[in-house]
């Protein structure tokens, strides 16, 4: 099993910029995949971005050129780099790891993070 503690989360104003970091409790190169997801009120919990252990990303339609996923390795964080932020954005970020151990597969959440994006 997994323990993420996401950070950096606020508010900020379209067009503006959050960086949110994810801390993982073990070294994430050994980890399958790494991933940011987010719940907007009313709407189901949806993929924003994710990169696994080759370093390969994936990012919803939705956030393609604004956001990066990036992983570091050194202090075993995964963070989510957002630019050019938009009301849409606005949401309860989590952050998720998958992780073979064995023949068990873990799928382990953060607690999650609030981003608003207001004027």
């Known amino acids: 099993q997994v323990q993420l503690v996401e950070s950096g989360g606020g508010l900020a104003q379209p067009g503006g910029s959050l960086r949110l970091s994810c801390a993982v409790s073990?070294?994430?190169?050994?980890?399958?995949?790494m991933g940011w997801y987010r719940q907007a009120p009313g709407k189901q919990r949806e993929l924003v971005a994710r990169?696994?252990?080759?370093?390969?990303?994936t990012y919803a339609d939705s956030v393609k050129g604004r956001f990066t996923i990036s992983g570091d390795n050194a202090n075993n964080t995964v963070c989510l780099q957002m630019n050019n932020l938009k009301p849409e954005d606005t949401a309860v970020y989590y952050c998720n790891s998958v992780f073979r151990s064995g023949y068990k597969w873990y799928n382990d959440w953060g607690q999650g993070t609030q981003v608003t994006v207001s004027s």
């Open positions: 990169i696994n252990s080759s370093g390969s990303t």
């Open positions: 073990r070294s994430i190169s050994s980890i399958n995949a």
